[in-house]
């Protein structure tokens, strides 16, 4: 059997080492994990495979509180208890009241099924290893039921951090791994091209120089990232900016127009315009 | 040759296991990578680096590793241009190697051979053997020649002008952190216990349960208050001079303490513990708390955790005055003495190894007035101390 190869798609655009990992995973059916700055594209990513391979795509995200149990199954006690208190016939049934989580779907399904384990370092420190077996067999036990789960084909899993706490190592011992740079300027344009093909070239030639200038600000809490270049782009475009205008060495504007899209904090904001007054003090004095 | 490849990784220091190693096997069985070194690069790193800040040192040593095979990869593809080759290697040799090339048979049969290797390594490759492996095997080991010597390719016929692994983009994502905040989370956690305060907001089956039982099957719902760390650290900290040395380890408990603990003050103070202590570097001189205050605000139920080395002049410790910053009135044993008769539960940390306390008298004095508990800063030693700390 042979399996079709992941190369990107038209609203995505997959760097080499990318496709590279992304196969070997599919290839050899183990997680990958992909970590990189928030904004380039991680969870995205998942959804593209899916779409490309043409695998249904099973969303789990994580959050602080989310157990790994979560994924698997829960045992709704409450409506059992309230069923059997209202005499309904279905509470001899204990598999009834068992709600099946996100892998458990994803091992049910029919066709292979790319799962996303979205942001797994919000979790607690431990959800990592109480995944260990289910990733490595792709197969658990519900207790209640005294049943067996395995997967009929074993899914693509796609994990992605965002470096927030440090992952076990037996848990990254399972797993291929790729961290998404930052887009240098090519593949930006390429990028950018794939979302918007009717931008002027001008006008995308000094966004990226503006957006790039706006990244090499030292200090910044959050540098501007893909997404927020793409959403800032858009705003150009509805708003039919001249390319003149994001000329950021322009004397009198301080920022570039719509900067709400690029700096997302206000100090960020409060130090961009202080650069900004520092070079032009330093430009104007001879 | 591709497990001296694994070893080469781990004695540079990427964290590779026999596991990621059999994958990277496996996956090359399964034909996942073409017939490019590029794409064998993209592989093995997807396979057995799992940290971005280790990309740098993978780079190294696969370049260290592979220098001059790539081009072998390349021969596979492209049939040798021998006349371009021997214009080359002309150029790259001394008299004296030229010299010794003539005793080994001259160049054509050196060429010749070559050739017949590259062939055989292709066909080997087809049938499913680890190729890469190969290269090492060459005849042209001795006698001062080879393959990495000619430098088969090079300019001219290759597609890249600069190989992914030389261009270390990665290399300002390295640090040398040995010993990860993790291990120090999984050691702090030990100390955790659970109580539960605060508003009722979760279901509580067994209540419930027992509940209804008693109110004759009809639905009694229970709720209980979410488990919380109860325990509460204060964390004194010595900044500056000796202390400099170890400010990474420092660092890495700090911050996996503050992420473990939700009641947790930490203050800083400088060689030894005097009247008043202060919570912001910059600012030591204006804002300073008084230790009165901290004897006062903080129930003794906090658990106290010194970290300094405790390497000072004995007078620092024992004599009114002694203090290198400033006149104390009073000695720093007597505010030790105060600070761990109000937090009984209390434990310095010494990033000192534990076998050079003895050498420095002001150790032992602090380890008196501490009544021995004082640990050295390794996972070890922080397991001891979190055992003194809970009993």
Redesign the interface.
């Known amino acids: 059997m042979t399996q079709k190869k992941f190369e990107g798609t038209e609203r995505y655009v997959a760097t080499d080492d990318l496709m590279m990992a992304v196969n070997a995973a599919v290839t050899l059916a183990r997680p990958l994990l992909v970590k990189g700055e928030p904004g380039t594209g991680k969870t995205q990513l998942a959804e593209e495979i899916a779409r490309s391979l043409d695998k249904p795509l099973y969303r789990w995200h994580i959050k602080s509180t989310t157990k790994a149990q979560h994924g698997l199954y829960e045992y709704d006690a409450v409506s059992r208890l309230r069923d059997s208190q209202l005499g309904d016939a279905k509470v001899h049934d204990i598999g009834n009241y068992i709600i099946r989580g996100r892998l458990w779907e994803a091992f049910a399904s029919e066709r292979q099924a790319v799962l996303l384990i979205d942001e797994i370092d919000k979790a607690d420190i431990e959800f990592p290893n109480d995944l260990l077996l289910e990733l490595d067999r792709m197969e658990f036990y519900v207790h209640e039921t005294r049943e067996l789960v395995q997967a009929r084909v074993r899914p693509i899993v796609i994990i992605t951090s965002n470096n927030e706490k440090e992952l076990p190592d037996a848990f990254l011992r399972r797993c291929f791994f790729h961290f998404i740079r930052f887009p240098e300027p090519e593949t930006m344009t390429r990028i950018v091209g794939v979302h918007y093909p009717e931008l002027k070239r001008e006008l995308l030639a000094e966004a990226l120089n503006a957006f790039y200038k706006l990244r090499e600000v030292p200090g910044l809490k959050k540098k501007p990232s893909t997404s927020e270049l793409l959403d800032w782009l858009k705003l150009l475009l509805a708003e039919d900016i001249p390319p003149e205008a994001l000329r950021t060495d322009d004397p009198r504007k301080a920022l570039p127009p719509l900067y709400g899209a690029l700096l997302k904090n206000e100090q960020d904001v409060h130090l961009f315009e202080q650069v900004l007054f520092l070079q032009r003090r330093q430009s104007r004095s001879p | 040759m591709l497990t001296r490849f694994f070893y080469t990784l781990r004695e540079a220091g990427v ?1 590779v ?1 026999v ?2 190693y059999l ?1 990277l096997l ?2 090359l069985e ?1 034909r ?2 073409s017939l490019s070194v ?2 064998f690069y ?2 093995a ?3 057995m ?4 800040k280790h ?1 740098d040192r993978f780079d190294r040593a696969f370049a260290k590793h592979f220098k001059g095979i790539e081009q072998v990869f390349a021969a596979l593809e492209a049939e040798l241009p021998a006349d371009w080759l021997r214009k080359l290697a002309e150029r790259h040799f001394t008299e004296e190697e030229k010299a010794q090339i003539e005793a080994l048979g001259g160049w054509d049969k050196l060429m010749e051979t070559l050739a017949e290797r590259l062939k055989e390594q292709k066909g080997r490759h087809q049938g499913g053997n680890k190729w890469v492996g190969t290269g090492g095997t060459s005849p042209f080991g001795h006698g001062g020649f080879n393959p990495e010597g000619i430098r088969i390719g090079g300019p001219g016929g290759q597609k890249r002008a600069v190989k ?1 692994w030389e261009k270390r ?2 290399r300002n994502l390295d640090d040398t952190l040995e010993l ?3 291990n120090i ?2 050691a702090l956690r030990k100390l955790r216990r659970f109580a539960r305060e605060g508003a009722a907001d979760q ?1 509580d ?1 067994d209540g ?2 027992d509940a ?1 039982a008693r109110n004759a ?3 009694d719902l229970k709720f209980v208050p979410e488990r919380h760390n109860a325990i509460k650290v204060l964390l004194f900290l010595d900044v500056g001079g000796s202390m400099d040395a170890h400010v990474r380890v420092c660092e890495e408990l700090f911050s996996a303490a503050r992420s473990e603990f939700k009641h947790l003050e930490y203050f800083y103070f400088h060689n030894f513990v005097y009247e008043s202590v202060w919570k912001n570097s910059w600012r030591r001189h204006a804002e300073r708390t008084p230790l009165f205050e901290i004897l006062r605000t903080y129930p003794p139920d906090y658990r106290v955790i010194f970290v300094g080395d405790a390497s000072m002049s004995p007078y620092e410790i024992v004599q009114p005055g002694g203090s290198i910053e400033h006149w104390n009135e009073e000695a720093g044993a007597v505010w030790l003495q105060r600070l761990t008769q109000r937090f009984q539960r209390h434990v310095w940390l010494n990033p000192e190894p534990e076998e050079r306390w003895d050498y420095t008298a002001s150790i032992g004095i602090a380890r008196q007035l501490l009544g021995e508990r004082m640990f050295p800063m390794t996972l070890e030693g922080l397991d001891r101390g979190i055992q003194a700390l809970k009993s």
Do not use: M
């Open positions: 964290p296991s596991t990621e994958t496996e996956a399964a996942v990578a590029e794409d993209f592989l790193r997807a396979t680096v799992k940290d971005e990309f992914v983009e990665y990860g905040t993790r989370k999984l279901f089956i419930t349960i209804t099957g009809l639905l």
